[in-house]
């Protein structure tokens, strides 16, 4: 697993380009000489020069802060969703997965049932309808993506249960609890790393199709959606204001898918898998060759 | 199969009940009502209005007034824009967005499913690493950034295809594209993915011993197994286009579901919005459940070959 | 269909879509637009927006400003042949004042006398001050003098509509097919989301003077979207586009570029009604440390007009008493200390602001210039209806506002009356100002009238219940085969004074 994430120089670039974002978002705003929500009254729409190497948008602030800036509201919505998610989904999917028969055949009807529910239009509908609040932007979104991880967790439960130490682990008379946590839920984690990178890149871009219908966080903040969205609508006469905040988050995702193709195959060797006709019906997510939510999401 | 298909219908119209439930409440639930405007309406106008649409009565009256409707299939007033009826307007709105998502759908299967396929007969040479990376790209980039880049170039700059508007097939082609890229990048990484993997099976190995010639392996032995997660996205993928997509509506200016969902909620538009749900939420669960019966069809094919 | 088939169609992009087309129940300025074309009021505008005698061909006012008498014209028809008479007017103003119509915007006629009380339900429709002596002959009682009632007259909510029509088809008489029209065009198609479109009504009584066929009003409710449109050449007419592009318009595409500032005013207010701008002091602070010239041609850019005063410069016969003052930081914080305020205890705000791209940069300009005085200052943005719904119900501290339309002082200032109820969204209540106005609305003479308002600007003023900031400026872009376009303060371009020249004189698009 160590070798298919680190071993190639891809994979390494990945993994850099990664660790700079989220370290430049951190560190950024520390070191920039410029604050995010700076105006520049000699520099409004001004374009890169040594004062100002991304730019200024149309209010004369710092385009390399506030893309830094905007970078840690991607990056921490997306995060916080992806976690929300699977402390819904990842319970879930053991529970029912564990379980088995008719209870996770209730658990699952539940999850069919979810997933035909309009969730782009329910994020934009919170969203237009109670306000403008990061909280409640990466809550609803969590909300929406637990639905996968839970079908993921749930295909790899089925598959462990039926393994031998799993049984041998029973006739010792463990706990199902034990069971859950000691033996199951280890051989889970895998997966739930790929769905990780699968949903992270996911999230952003969902934030980035909110904040182009106008849905996005407040002013003076920022997020790598809503500059893009802000320098799409100025990408004729101020190019720079899309191409920056453009790259950035392409290389991003990049990474992140990158890095998600190696996991997977990293962890389907690991798995050793094995598949029942249950498992086939939900085949693309657990087997998942692609990010599914990044395309249910928001299209 | 015909229970199977029973059940799932059922389950289907339990589902559609439950979701016109929670529209309901949800848009009522939200501050701000649909006749907030620049100015406060005079009180017994604004009385008068509330009447007109039962506004007055309580919530659990308006909501089975609001279901008997629809048993009838009427999805009631719209509340702002008000020479029209919901019916009329999403009546109006569903072709553009069906037309488009279907040719959207259709590309995206067409080109993601051919390139994968085709990448995926030559792993690691280099037209592989192409449609990998062509892959890659098109899901970092999100329809925000394509959409208009692709109208400043085809519309605006060259002057080959028109900027918005639905007139005519033309109007079609830059949106149908942009919104069809990161699904077609979705379905070539799906295809590709999985005709590697079966293309390493038994039973392919030994048609390939066999001296099949190598086109006939694929199209007879490999793709029908291969096909099978491209099948499943392909349900939820199909009911995310054709709901129609609000970015691709907005900017190519045509006049599909997207907008009434949009327009709906800022502007508070009770009917509106519950109904664009309705439609939505029928589309997702009628297009799951042609891919399962897809899938059950194919399973069985696949496990004959 | 093949939208480009029409000989002489002309192609605007209109800005969104008309939620209605009833001029009884119309509520936006796009709207009016479209209706403007359809149907003629008593009064009308011209080609350069100056009001001129429409459906009525002349009138007289009473010696005591309270009885106007219109003259309808001979030769004017609906769509359908009919005569338009003074009975349809009649019919009409009860129809706009009926509380069952739920006209949003009946209000804009309640000069009228007794139409305040059969709007309210509290008198019955026949109480209304419009009477038909005869069939040309239209009467119309005031309450109390309103000398700008020919200017008010030009709003759909004062067109007739075809009593013939109406009686017969009730609420269906606005579909496409069913609506009868008395202006220069009639309704042939609407598309919702995509475009209204209008042909020549024949049985216009100047039919001959009007030369465009077809008229399409596209519902661009994306200005990069309708710019993209204007650009790739499927649109003649577009009310906006991305501020950024002027620039580049005015150096490649002069002919095609038309600015004007608009009728309007732009300004912050202050809720009066809550800490700490309960306190005139933190409000005049907050007024001093704002630079509009700043604003205006530093961050927008696009010609709007700094105004101190709170009525647009561009309202003709009124100099307004209040100067325009320059930007005085040092003396903001001097005044922020008297009131409380310091490093230690810095004054934290929140600007509420209406959602968009220009506003967004106005408000961040605002807001970094109340934070180098030392305020902390948070934006907060919302969609226009419901950023007004918030400001109606006093849930704010400080927020943009603005105010469009008429060429007359009272028209702006009356906000500033405590009884004007919740578009004083400030809840500024000040004796002298209310006496003031008051006085100057009881009286017929203009001259007076506009003395005593131009005296209850200053005394409101002086407290600073508002900032007045600017006056927006439209944009339009008109391709140069559209001739007959005057830009002028009330945005307003009657189709029946534009035609098109050949193709061949075809600019080049910018």
């Known amino acids: ?299 | 199969m015909a229970r199977y298909l029973l059940r799932r219908i059922a389950f289907s119209l339990v589902t559609l009940w439950a979701v016109v439930t929670v529209a309901f409440f949800l848009v009522r639930a939200a501050p701000g009502g649909p006749f907030d405007g620049e100015r406060r309406l005079p009180p017994s106008v604004e009385a008068n209005l509330r009447a007109a649409y039962h506004l007055d009565d309580p919530l659990p009256r308006q909501y089975g007034r609001y279901l008997a409707m629809l048993v009838g299939g009427d999805l009631g007033p719209s509340f702002r824009s008000k020479d029209f009826s919901v019916n009329e307007l999403i009546g109006r709105g569903l072709p553009v967005s069906l037309v488009l998502g279907g040719l959207a759908f259709l590309l995206a299967l067409a080109a993601g499913v051919g390139a994968g396929t085709w990448a995926a007969c030559a792993k690691d040479r280099p037209r592989d690493r192409l449609v990998t990376i062509w892959a890659t790209l098109g899901l970092a980039l999100p329809p925000i950034i394509v959409a208009p880049a692709l109208v400043l170039l085809f519309a605006v700059g060259l002057g080959w295809l028109p900027a918005g508007g639905h007139q005519g097939a033309r109007h079609f082609v830059l949106p149908v594209v942009a919104l069809a890229l990161p699904h077609a990048a979705a379905f070539a990484r799906l295809a590709r993915g999985a005709v590697i993997e079966v293309l390493a099976r038994p039973h392919v190995l030994t048609a390939r011993a066999k001296g099949l010639p190598g086109r006939r392996i694929v199209v007879r032995h490999v793709l029908p197994s291969a096909l099978l997660p491209v099948v499943s996205f392909a349900g939820p993928a199909a009911a995310a286009l054709l709901a129609g997509s609000m970015v691709i509506e907005q900017v190519f200016s045509l006049p599909g579901l997207g907008r009434h969902f949009v327009q709906g909620a800022l502007n508070r538009d009770y009917t509106l919005v519950t109904g664009a749900v309705i439609v939505y939420a029928a589309l997702v669960l009628g297009l799951n459940l042609l891919a399962d019966i897809c899938l059950v069809r194919l399973d069985r094919r696949a496990s004959h070959a | 269909m093949p939208a480009f088939a029409f000989a002489a169609e002309l192609r605007i992009g209109n800005g969104g879509e008309p939620l209605t087309l009833d001029p009884h129940r119309y509520n936006l300025n796009l709207e009016e637009k479209i209706l403007g074309d359809l149907f003629e009021g008593l009064t009308a505008h011209d080609a350069r927006g100056r009001i001129v005698p429409g459906a009525a061909e002349s009138w007289t006012t009473s010696a005591d400003g309270l009885t106007w008498t219109f003259a309808l014209r001979e030769d004017g028809r609906w769509a359908d042949g009919a005569p338009v008479t003074a009975e349809d007017f009649v019919f009409s103003f009860r129809r706009l004042l009926d509380p069952r119509t739920a006209a949003s915007l009946a209000y804009f006629l309640y000069a009228i006398d007794g139409a305040e009380e059969v709007n309210n339900g509290a008198a019955p429709l026949e109480r209304l001050g419009v009477t038909a002596p005869d069939a040309l002959t239209l009467r119309v009682r005031l309450r109390e003098p309103f000398p700008f009632l020919a200017e008010r007259l030009i709003y759909p909510t004062g067109f007739p509509v075809p009593k013939h029509v109406v009686a017969k088809l009730g609420d269906d008489w606005v579909k496409p097919g069913n609506m009868v029209t008395n202006g220069a065009y009639t309704l042939a198609d609407w598309q919702p989301q995509a475009f209204v479109r209008a042909i020549r009504n024949p049985h216009f009584r100047a039919a001959e003077s009007v030369r465009v066929d077809t008229v399409t009003y596209f519902s661009t409710d994306d200005r990069n979207a309708a710019y993209n449109r204007y650009l790739a050449g499927e649109l003649d007419v577009i009310g906006d586009f991305p501020l950024g592009e002027l620039a580049r318009v005015r150096r490649e595409a002069p002919a095609h570029l038309h600015v004007a500032p608009l009728l309007s005013m732009m300004y912050l207010v202050f809720n009066t009604a809550e800490a700490p701008f309960a306190d005139a002091r933190v409000r005049r602070a907050l007024a001093l440390a704002l630079d509009r010239r700043r604003i205006t041609e530093q961050v927008l850019r696009g010609g709007e007009v700094a105004s101190a005063s709170f009525v647009p410069p561009m309202v003709a016969g009124y100099d307004s008493a209040v100067a325009q003052s320059a930007a005085d930081p040092p003396a903001a914080r001097a005044l922020l200390r008297e009131a409380g305020y310091h490093a230690g205890n810095p004054l934290a705000v929140t600007l509420r602001h209406i959602a968009g791209a220009d506003n967004k940069k106005a408000q961040v300009a605002i807001a970094a210039m109340w934070n180098a005085i030392g305020v902390r200052t948070e934006l907060h943005h919302a969609e226009l209806n419901a950023h007004f719904a918030a400001l109606r119900q006093g849930d704010f501290q400080v927020a943009q506002a603005g105010w469009f339309g008429e060429n007359n002082p009272e028209h702006y200032l009356e906000l500033l009356m405590s009884t004007a109820g919740d578009v004083n969204y400030g809840r500024f209540a000040d004796p002298e100002v209310d006496a003031l106005m008051q006085e100057a609305k009881r009286t017929a003479d203009v001259a007076e009238r506009v003395a005593l308002l131009r005296r209850a600007e200053a005394v409101a003023l002086a407290t600073h219940p508002v900032v007045p900031l600017y006056s927006v400026t439209v944009r339009s872009l008109v391709h140069p085969r559209v001739a007959g376009w005057h830009a002028n303060a009330r945005n307003t371009h009657p189709a029946r004074y534009l035609w098109l020249r050949s193709e061949k004189a075809k600019g080049t698009r910018p």
């Open chain 1, 1 to 299: 697993m160590r070798d298919a994430l680190f071993g190639t120089a891809l994979a390494r670039l990945c993994c850099g380009v990664l660790l700079f974002a989220g370290a430049s978002a951190l560190l950024g705003p520390l070191v920039s000489p410029w604050a995010f929500d700076a105006v520049d009254w000699d520099a409004i729409d001004a374009p890169p020069s040594w004062t100002h190497w991304f730019g200024t948008d149309g209010s004369g602030r710092d385009l390399l802060a506030r893309t830094l800036f905007g970078t840690g509201v991607s990056l921490f919505i997306a995060f916080s969703a992806t976690a929300v998610s699977c402390l819904i989904g990842i319970p879930f999917g053991l529970v029912a997965g564990y379980l088995g028969g008719r209870a996770d055949l209730v658990m699952m009807r539940v999850v069919d049932g979810l997933y035909a529910l309009p969730f782009v239009l329910l994020v934009i509908l919170l969203v237009a309808l109670f306000g403008r609040n990061i909280h409640l932007l990466f809550l609803t979104l969590g909300a929406v993506y637990w639905l996968d991880i839970a079908r993921i967790v749930r295909g790899q439960t089925l598959v462990v249960r039926g393994e031998a130490f799993v049984d041998a682990a029973r006739a010792l008379g463990a706990t199902p609890l034990r069971i859950g946590l000691r033996h199951i839920a280890p051989n889970v984690l895998g997966p739930a790393a790929v769905y990780i990178t699968i949903a992270v890149p996911g999230v952003i871009i969902a934030e980035s199709f909110i904040s182009f219908l106008g849905l996005g966080v407040q002013e003076p903040r920022t997020s790598l959606g809503m500059l893009i969205a802000d320098g799409a609508r100025e990408m004729r006469s101020s190019p720079w204001q899309l191409a920056f905040p453009a790259c950035w988050l392409a290389a991003i995702l990049c990474a992140f898918t990158i890095l998600g193709d190696r996991l997977r195959d990293a962890v389907d060797v690991v798995g050793g898998r094995r598949r029942s006709h249950d498992e086939r019906r939900t085949a693309p997510f657990n087997r998942a060759p692609l990010p599914l939510p990044p395309v249910r999401g928001a299209r």
